[in-house]
Nanobody
Framework: QVQLVESGGGLVQAGGSLRLSCAAS????????MGWFRQAPGQEREFVAA????????YYTDSVKGRFTLSRDNARNAVYLQMNALKPEDTAVYFC???????????????????WGQGTQVTVSS
């Protein structure tokens, strides 16, 4: 089992940057594929990005490609989401999630993830 705690959210103007962090407990962090999701008020939780166990492979939803970068540090039990060129439509609560399935592929759907953080609010003003 793993516990996840997000941090780094806040209020930023359009065009600005934020770096979200997700700290994980437990000794088996490197065995989890990790993902970030976001949820705006009144909307479903949507996939943002995911990273493989080693960190060598990442996948992004089209709307954030070229602006967001996901990385992980298995020695520190952490994943990071660097968000640049933020837009008002990026405003949402951002969640870190862990997938402990044995499959090699990265999952895009929330129900495929087993553990979730409490979320951190990102607000982008125009």
């Amino acid at each position: 089992q793993v516990q996840l705690v997000e941090s780094g959210g806040g209020l930023v103007q359009a065009g600005g940057s934020l770096r979200l962090s997700c700290a994980a407990s437990g000794r088996t962090f490197r065995s989890y594929k990790m993902g970030w999701f976001r949820q705006a008020p009144g909307q479903e939780r949507e996939f943002v990005a995911a990273v493989s166990r080693s960190g060598g492979y990442t996948y992004y939803t089209d709307s954030v490609k070229g602006r967001f970068t996901l990385s992980r540090d298995n020695a520190r039990n952490a994943v990071y989401l660097q968000m640049n060129a933020l837009k008002p439509e990026d405003t949402a609560v951002y969640f870190c999630a862990a997938d402990d399935s044995s499959s090699g592929g990265l999952e895009l759907r929330p129900y495929n993830y087993d553990y979730w953080g409490q979320g951190t609010q990102v607000t982008v003003s125009s």
